[in-house]
């Protein structure tokens, strides 16, 4: 803020000098706290905003308690930093509220490091609804000096007062202008203020109690040529009052309006970028604008770049689509929410400022919209009315831009009765814009880095069926809360022969896109070996192999089980992964199965142990990584009790019990690492569901597995399902006999969802799909086998191999239910 005169319309003298003094403005609430702190008040005082807020106004001003009549200090003031005397009036009978009109004068106080300083201050008390129950206002004026001649001006002659503002050529502008004084305060508490400033008395400098200079926030400071003698009134022939000598500034006009707008600048600096988040930093540029360098802002962005698309391609034209983000403004809330409403998504006409800015990249200053240029830029918009937002407005529109490329821009607009935007505003403009565009350029990367990572991580992710023979699953995923959110964790399970279910997860070591390819190449290996029927711990021996040979840096844990619904029974392996738990249908207890830790993936020269634990129907089995249950600077075996506890937790639904466990495990969401959980409900398969025969190596025994097949069908109530079995085991069976050696054939049907068929012989080597010609009498089994059937496939088991089929049912049973 500024101590001056207001601009005077007509010609200044030839030696007329400009210049600039900060004004000080500090509003004091109703228990004597600061509640306003501004800019000039951490000039003059040495005081920041953050310090000052809050703070008795009695431990910052110069009050008279700060220095007793003896000059040691008193109860107020900063003890050990400063010492004042009075003249005149004391601030503090202002300050303790004992006097109820306003009051002006002068202190002369002693800082350490800086000197003395003389304070010229007034006081006002107010009055009203809200907290605020005086304002103070304070300049140096000791950087006062006369400017005429280059004599020097005894500054004792300068005293703070008040006047009328009526007193004054040009009133009503001056009375207009003051609500400058109070920029960073809403409109509501800045008019409430202002209004009394103008009933009790305007803020004046008197020079030799002759003339007075009124306080406002001005640049120019007009001098007078001539002065009336000592004790001299105005003759009536003496006309308007004529420029008055008033000292000049130390600092140069010129250099003080750059080091405000470099002060304004770099704390909007301060302010914006403290999130990667694109959306809040939109917000953030906004809102530091408002109120102390414009009356409304309103910012838009490509919707590609809010998207998170990437950068834009090529400039943008009529068709591009820009998404308003934000709006901020100090006019009554919601004044503007129909006119320009948040969120919407607009393609800007070719005649406007908007589109001039955003095309050529460059700002555009309209210092004042008439009503016929209003009319025009409006009318440029359907079904949208612009007019009682623009009109005799000053806008400044500023384009957001990074590496030349325009990704958004900002509708700057002051009010009526403020000073108008000019070159000076544009510059600053544009370099606020440009300080942004990179903030957003950088909210901008790394919300793309982000979506592509995650989009990465989900095409690793597998799509788990629901249910699986003789199981239900259901599974969750969350990202981590730390920047580079993807990380290495997986889940997967695996469709095995025998009805069973091979249940897998992982953790890779660290987070970021290697560590979601290194789990991408692991989970690929997983998937390969389960479908080959390894052993849990040679599967895990065979990935440790694996691991050691890619790279010393993959390193990982892993759980691998495998459920039998048939023989309910789960075979398990661990590679250093936290335990299972294993939560019982009987009695609800949830228990962590003890098994053989094993070492990390990666590791090598560690044998796995593979462990068997006995389940019923109905029992779950929790599998997750460690960011699930691990907190920092608290012991691991706190997460597992919490874990088991939530696990135990009755749940109408395998999808309720994984919410169960992830609101109890990780309640705020700000989890910093990556989680994985796989719950699975082991439900069985009953023995009135599965069928199995002993057949002989003989050709007669091809007649009779189609029979046994037949009748076990039509027991089951799925006569549709007759012809198509008989065919496709009579050729399975048929191999069988012809390849097997010298043990029995095992035939198995296992109905759940679908029909499973199994044969299995003492061959070890696996079928093989022949491409039969016309004229072969052989090799046509497979083939049979594989356009009936919705899948099939071949295995190595310990004692040959097993040739299974499914089958799809038109008519499929009807599910247990189960009593969690």
Not at 222 to 229: F, G, H, L, Q, V
Not at 274 to 299: Q, Y
Not at 345 to 368: D, K, N
Not at 675 to 691: K, Q
Request: charged content about 25%; aromatic content about 6%; proline content about 8%.
């Amino acid at each position: 803020m500024d101590l001056g005169v207001p601009p005077q319309r007509t010609p200044q003298p030839r030696d007329a000098a400009a210049g600039r003094v900060p004004l000080a403005v500090v509003v004091v609430d109703a228990d004597g706290l600061v509640s306003h702190w501004s800019t000039g008040a951490r000039r003059l005082f040495g005081v920041t905003r953050q310090e000052a807020l809050g703070c008795p106004a009695g431990e910052l001003l110069p009050v008279y308690g700060a220095l007793g009549k003896d000059g040691g200090l008193g109860d107020g003031g900063l003890a050990g930093d400063r010492a004042h005397e009075e003249f005149g009036p004391e601030l503090d009978s202002s300050l303790s509220g004992t006097v109820a009109y306003p009051a002006a004068g002068r202190a002369r106080v002693d800082e350490a490091g800086r000197g003395r300083i003389d304070v010229l201050w007034w006081a006002y008390p107010l009055v009203g609804p809200g907290s605020e129950r005086l304002l103070v206002l304070a300049a140096d004026a000791a950087q006062l000096r006369d400017g005429d001649r280059g004599e020097g001006r005894d500054t004792e002659t300068i005293a703070p007062g008040f006047a009328l503002h009526t007193d004054f050529p040009g009133y009503q502008e001056l009375a207009g202008r003051l609500p400058e004084i109070l920029p960073s305060m809403s409109v509501h508490e800045a008019t409430r203020i202002v209004s009394q400033v103008l009933e009790l008395g305007y803020p004046v400098l008197e020079f030799s109690h002759l003339d007075q200079v009124p306080v406002t926030p001005d640049w120019g400071v007009p001098r007078r040529n001539t002065r009336r003698p000592a004790g001299s009134p105005p003759g009536d022939g003496d006309g308007p009052p004529a420029p008055l000598a008033v000292p000049r500034p130390e600092l140069d006009l010129e250099y003080a309006a750059v080091r405000e707008r470099l002060e304004f600048l770099n704390e909007v600096s301060g302010r914006i970028g403290t999130s990667l988040d694109l959306e809040r930093t939109i917000r953030e540029v906004t809102s530091a604008a408002v109120p102390r360098f414009t009356d409304f802002a309103g910012t838009h962005l490509r919707a590609a770049v809010l998207a998170g698309e990437g950068f834009p391609d090529g400039p943008p034209d009529v068709t591009t689509i820009w998404h308003r983000v934000w709006v901020e403004h100090n006019d009554e809330p919601g004044r503007w929410d129909d006119t320009v409403p948040v969120g919407e998504s607009i393609a800007f006409p070719e005649h406007t400022p908007f589109f001039q800015c955003m095309v050529t990249g460059e700002p555009v200053l309209i210092p004042y919209a008439s009503e016929e240029l209003s009319n025009r830029i409006s009318d440029e918009f359907e079904k949208r009315d612009l007019r009682p937002l623009i009109t005799r407005r000053s806008l400044l529109i500023a384009p957001l831009k990074a590496r030349d490329v325009v990704l958004g821009f900002m509708v700057l607009m002051r009010r009526p009765g403020r000073e108008p935007f000019d070159d000076m505003d544009r510059t600053t403009g544009a370099e606020l814009a440009a300080r942004a565009g990179l903030v957003l350029d950088n909210a901008r990367m790394y919300t793309y880095q982000e979506n592509v990572a995650e989009t990465l991580q989900d095409s690793m992710l597998p799509q788990v069926e629901p249910r699986m023979a003789g199981c239900d699953i259901a599974t969750r995923y969350l990202p981590g809360a730390r920047l580079g959110r993807v990380g290495g964790d997986w889940f997967d399970s695996v469709k095995l022969p025998g009805s069973r279910t091979a249940l897998v997860v992982g953790d890779v070591m660290g987070h970021g896109l290697n560590s979601a390819a290194m789990m991408g190449q692991l989970r690929t290996a997983v998937l390969t070996m389960a479908t080959m029927e390894m052993p849990p711990a040679q599967l895990l021996r065979n990935l440790d192999d694996l691991a050691q040979r890619l790279g010393e840096q993959y390193l990982a844990t892993c759980l691998y089980a495998v459920y039998d619904p048939i023989r309910s029974e789960v075979q398990i392996a661990n590679a250093g992964h936290i335990p299972p738990v294993l939560v019982r249908a009987e009695d609800g207890r949830a228990e962590l199965l003890a098994l053989p830790t094993g070492a990390p993936i990666g590791v090598g020269g560690v044998a796995f142990e593979t462990a068997t634990v006995r389940v019923r129907p109905g029992d779950r089995l929790v599998l997750c990584t460690d960011g699930l249950v691990e907190v920092r600077g608290q012991d691991i075996g706190a997460g597992l009790a919490a874990l088991c506890a939530s696990a135990a937790h009755p749940a109408a639904s395998m999808d309720d019990a994984c919410d169960t466990i992830i609101r109890a495990l990780n309640p705020s969401g700000g989890r910093k690492d990556d989680v994985a959980l796989l719950m699975a409900r082991l439900n069985g398969i009953p023995d009135g569901d599965v069928a199995e025969w002993q057949l002989a190596l003989d050709p007669r025994e091809v007649a009779r597995s189609r029979r046994l097949v037949r009748g076990k069908l039509l027991d089951w109530d799925l006569p549709d399902a007759v012809e198509a079995a008989e065919l496709m085991v009579s050729e399975l069976v048929t191999n069988a006999v012809k390849h097997g050696r010298t043990h029995h054939i095992g035939l198995r049907l296992v109905r759940t969802g679908a029909l499973l068929c199994e044969v299995s012989d003492d061959e070890p080597a696996p079928a093989a799909l022949l491409d039969a010609a016309a004229h072969d009498e052989h090799g046509r089994g497979l083939l049979v086998v594989s356009s009936l059937a919705r899948e099939w496939g071949t295995s190595t088991t310990a004692h040959g191999k097993t040739v299974w089929f499914e089958q799809a049912l038109s008519r499929i049973p009807r599910p247990r239910s189960h009593t969690w």
